[in-house]
């Protein structure tokens, strides 16, 4: 009587432990699988286009500073005025990108630390440790939060196409006012000493 009041009590304790690590059900963890994908490919996206905009704020900076160096002697009141106004568009062009890159670098902390938590839940999942209320939870709070990070990354794309056209547009103006200045140059008579 004694041992098989032992076995029940065993597989009752069994029973017990496996009700406490049950963890989410299948279709949740495919859930999870599928958002980790999408997440992954958020951020990659989001990583080209930040190089995207490293590159552009190294080339808007080289045009600035041409036209910081570019001489106004020789030039007519007519260029001088435009390379002002090129200057200007092309500082404005600048600050534009920069603006994204400070939104970028706080963006990118919080990206990091969402992707920990997500990784940091998954690992839970896996090992039984979150139940399917809990995990349905975690997963649902985290899609919204790349909701809100995709919005960001449209909203800078569509931004920096922009900020990008304005500044190629800039970049010509500086091209063939240059060129134009280099015209005037040589058909102006030369100075006598």
Same mark, same amino acid.
Request: hydrophobic share 40%; proline share 1%; aromatic share 6%.
């Given at each position: 009587?004694?041992?098989?009041?032992?076995?029940?009590?065993?597989?009752?304790?069994?029973?017990?432990?496996?009700?406490?690590?049950?963890?989410?059900?299948?279709?949740?963890?495919?859930?999870?699988?599928?958002?980790?994908?999408?997440?992954?490919?958020?951020?990659?996206?989001?990583?080209?286009?930040?190089?995207?905009?490293?590159?552009?704020?190294?080339?808007?900076?080289?045009?600035?500073?041409?036209?910081?160096?570019?001489?106004?002697?020789?030039?007519?009141? *007519? %260029?001088?005025? #435009?390379?002002? =106004?090129?200057?200007?568009?092309?500082?404005?062009? @600048?600050?534009? /990108?920069? $603006?994204? !890159?400070?939104?970028?670098?706080?963006?990118?902390?919080?990206?990091?630390?969402?992707?920990?938590?997500?990784?940091?839940?998954?690992?839970?999942?896996?090992?039984?440790?979150?139940?399917?209320?809990?995990?349905?939870?975690?997963?649902? *709070? %985290?899609?919204? #939060?790349?909701? =809100?990070?995709?919005?960001?990354?449209?909203?800078? @794309?569509?931004? /920096?196409? $922009?900020? !990008?056209?304005?500044?190629?547009?800039?970049?010509?103006?500086?091209?063939?006012?240059?060129?134009?200045?280099?015209?005037?140059?040589?058909?102006?008579?030369?100075?006598?000493?």
């Amino acid at each position: 009587m004694k041992a098989k009041f032992l076995v029940v009590s065993a597989a009752a304790a069994v029973m017990a432990l496996s009700a406490c690590k049950h963890g989410p059900s299948a279709e949740t963890m495919k859930a999870v699988a599928d958002f980790g994908t999408n997440w992954t490919t958020l951020g990659s996206e989001a990583t080209t286009w930040a190089a995207d905009l490293e590159k552009a704020i190294a080339d808007c900076d080289a045009e600035c500073k041409n036209h910081e160096t570019m001489s106004m002697e020789g030039m007519s009141e *007519e %260029l001088k005025a #435009k390379a002002a =106004e090129t200057a200007n568009a092309c500082k404005s062009d @600048k600050s534009s /990108f920069e $603006a994204m !890159k400070t939104e970028w670098d706080a963006f990118k902390t919080s990206w990091e630390e969402n992707t920990a938590a997500f990784t940091a839940m998954q690992e839970k999942m896996n090992k039984g440790e979150v139940d399917e209320e809990t995990a349905k939870k975690q997963l649902a *709070e %985290l899609t919204t #939060k790349m909701e =809100e990070s995709k919005a960001k990354v449209e909203g800078w @794309k569509v931004a /920096f196409t $922009a900020a !990008k056209e304005s500044c190629m547009k800039n970049m010509e103006a500086s091209a063939s006012i240059k060129k134009m200045a280099e015209e005037e140059m040589a058909k102006a008579p030369a100075k006598k000493k």
